[in-house]
């Protein structure tokens, strides 16, 4: 399996507009951050989870030639604000693309953007809406994958694993229920938004905690806010396991 960070940062992305802190004026790559994503590449299939704003330009990037699936975790913006930009594919490979969306999300998204699914006129996006709920493993692209419920703030929202590798964006809390399906997880992603605490995100401190608790090997921190602090600064204070991603960087499992 093959996962590249398409995006690493909050609904702002960083730098952020106007600001003058450190993050935003650095000139190391790694603090360059787009909205958050992931691609996954596996079994010859390629698996996205969230379409945000930058989702055109992490696709040219990252030289994206197919989707055979996206997978959404929420709705807010910085999560689906690029579904529009899924119409290359559509053309190319004449495929309705295949959406996996809680109950929830999928009524969000038929009113904001009504165009897509009521298709009156030629052209529009095109996609497949399959149903998903936190109790049930799905199957896309013929990838067996298991939905895990966290809250970012009050709202459930969904991460996803596969394998042993896990993907929980937007953090703040879980379930103990829910914390048995990363049980045997190698490798996982998770937010950690800044140092201060946030009623919808997790702190790196709270990020790292939940890591070590569950005694995961190697993990990667993502949705940084520029209110963490440069790359460079941060991550001298993570233990070896612990790393922080960054735009572009692809990791093998």
Excluded: W
């Excluded at 529009?84 to 959406?99: G, K, V």
């Excluded at 109950?103 to 298709?119: H, S, T, W």
């Excluded at 399959?130 to 459930?156: N, Q, V, W």
């Excluded at 996982?188 to 997790?202: D, E, G, M, R």
């Amino acid at each position: 399996m093959k996962v590249t960070f398409l995006g690493t940062g909050t609904s702002q992305g960083i730098p952020v507009i106007g600001c003058e802190c450190d993050a935003c004026l650095s000139t190391d790559f790694r603090d360059n951050r787009l909205r958050v994503s992931i691609q996954i590449e596996i079994k010859g299939k390629t698996i996205v989870i969230d379409v945000g704003p930058d989702f055109r330009q992490q696709m040219l990037r990252a030289k994206t030639k197919q989707i055979d699936a996206i997978l959404i975790t929420h709705e807010h913006s910085d999560h689906v604000a690029g579904l529009d930009d899924i119409r290359p594919f559509n053309f190319m490979y004449e495929m309705d693309m295949p959406i996996y969306t809680t109950k929830r999300v999928a009524k969000e998204l038929k009113q904001r953007y009504a165009y897509i699914f009521e298709a009156t006129y030629p052209g529009v996006p095109k996609v497949q809406q399959h149903l998903i709920t936190k109790d049930s493993t799905f199957t896309a692209a013929g990838i067996e994958i298991t939905p895990i419920e966290i809250f970012h703030g009050k709202l459930p929202i969904l991460g996803f694993r596969i394998g042993t590798f896990a993907y929980l964006t937007d953090f703040k809390s879980i379930q103990p229920s829910e914390i048995r399906k990363l049980e045997g997880v190698e490798t996982l992603v998770i937010s950690a938004l800044q140092h201060q605490p946030h009623h919808s995100h997790s702190t790196l401190e709270e990020s790292v905690h939940f890591i070590q608790q569950l005694q995961i090997p190697n993990a990667y921190l993502t949705h940084l806010s520029h209110k963490m602090g440069t790359h460079a600064n941060t991550e001298q204070l993570l233990p070896p396991h612990v790393r922080i991603a960054y735009d572009g960087l692809v990791i093998e499992i």
